[in-house]
């Protein structure tokens, strides 16, 4: 969940992918309008920034019209196969990604929720060998100007469509690469690395955020050559991970506030999805990384220690609960942790991290079981909405980061079924 959200009652925000597109190309008087039609009704969350809003750095918009939850979202596919075999892979990340793209496309924007899916739609490219994925994200990043949004800064949700940007400069040959496409990302992050340490507060004080930033300081480096990006991360990496970390059940807590928490079984209370977003964010640095960086094996450590843990309780549908280690208070499975899982053990499989012979049976059923989840027109279902806990939803439920996360997955399991990437 992004730390910040607009929580409103107004109908219009909380219809099916709400059309924003149309404020977006506004520009900030569109947004300002917007506000004063929904303004008596919409109140920002507690955790919300404190710096002003400004005409030239307009509020994003609400990080919940990320999807939706049709009462009839139609019959499950049909034409799909779990058979881990690349064209097999190939044809549902096709299948997917075009609808996603189809159904949210007149929605993009700059938030954590989009980016996600960013990102899986440029895997899905490289999977499928289709350029439209990318090349939807690439004219949506020239419509945005290559910005990123800027009025909470240090807030790593929205950094987090810097990945997207790195991604698309870095993916040119070295001497066709277009600088505009990092400039403004690169001011925000030397702005961050040379940010002193807040005594009070944590900079990534919630386990989501490992994510949103620490892939985008580890493509500055790699864009760069400068090793502060890298040490900054690492230095940011393990002051979160000291204080959410469990060196016991090897997950991480959501945030502070949930240390004492205990889900109806007595254990504790471990959120599906923010521990995919910490494994994704492993994976991003990870591929980045040195192999000769002195903290590396404390990425390969803390990477084994919880890949070991989610292969422990995975259910017997091959899927995760958003309630990690109470499954049984929770009717469905849930498919945006159960993607980001299954990308970080394909990713670890694929790199020689995790013992092949061990984990292919872990992604093998949770590729299959994430596969019952698509329906007949593309649709990925069982995602659970914008939140900071386990929760409750439909079976219908779709949500972008979601779907970006079974993109990224998709990648991983063709490049272990031998498929060209």
Not at 246 to 263: A, C, N, W
Request: glycine share 8%; proline share 6%.
């Amino acid at each position: 969940m992004s730390a910040v959200e607009l929580r409103s009652s107004h109908p219009a925000l909380n219809s099916s992918f709400f059309n924003l597109s149309f404020a977006r190309r506004a520009g900030g008087v569109g947004l300002v309008a917007l506000g004063v039609l929904i303004g008596s009704s919409t109140s920002l969350s507690a955790q919300a920034a404190s710096t002003p809003t400004t005409a030239n750095k307009p509020a994003p918009p609400d990080s919940k019209s990320s999807g939706d939850a049709p009462d009839d979202p139609g019959p499950l596919a049909t034409d799909i196969s779990p058979e881990l075999k690349p064209k097999a892979i190939q044809a549902v990340v096709e299948k997917v990604a075009s609808w996603q793209v189809k159904a949210a496309e007149p929605t993009f924007n700059r938030l954590w929720t989009y980016a996600a899916l960013y990102d899986g739609l440029i895997a899905a490219s490289k999977t499928t060998g289709d350029p439209k994925f990318r090349d939807a994200v690439l004219k949506f990043s020239e419509q945005e100007k290559w910005m990123l949004i800027d009025n909470r800064f240090p807030h790593a949700d929205d950094q987090a469509l810097g990945k997207a940007y790195m991604e698309l400069y870095l993916g040119d040959p070295k001497n066709a690469r277009k600088p505009e496409r990092m400039t403004n990302t690169k001011e925000i992050i030397d702005r961050l690395v040379v940010r002193p340490d807040d005594p009070a507060k944590l900079l990534w004080w919630w386990c989501d955020a490992l994510y949103m930033a620490p892939p985008v300081l580890s493509r500055m480096y790699l864009a760069t050559g400068d090793k502060k990006y890298l040490d900054y991360m690492d230095h940011e990496w393990w002051q979160t991970s000291a204080a959410l970390y469990s060196k016991q059940d090897h997950l991480y807590f959501r945030d502070e506030r949930y240390l004492t928490q205990k889900q109806a079984n007595g254990k504790n209370l471990y959120w599906s999805r923010g521990n995919g977003w910490v494994m994704g964010g492993l994976v991003k640095v990870l591929e980045i990384m040195p192999k000769n960086y002195p903290a590396r094996t404390k990425y390969i450590e803390q990477f084994r220690e919880m890949a070991e843990e989610v292969k422990a309780i995975q259910g017997k549908d091959g899927l995760w609960r958003s309630g990690l280690l109470d499954p049984d208070a929770y009717e469905l499975p849930e498919v945006s942790g159960s993607a980001f899982f299954t990308y970080a053990i394909a990713y670890g499989i694929n790199e020689h991290i995790l013992d092949r012979k061990t984990y292919l049976p872990v992604v093998e059923r949770s590729w299959k079981g994430m596969l019952q989840h698509v329906y007949a027109d593309g649709r990925l279902g069982s995602i659970q909405p914008v939140d900071a806990q386990p929760g409750k939803f439909k079976p219908s439920a779709s949500h972008v980061y979601g779907v970006g996360g079974f993109l990224m997955a998709g990648y991983e399991m063709n490049r272990l079924a031998g498929g060209k990437h």
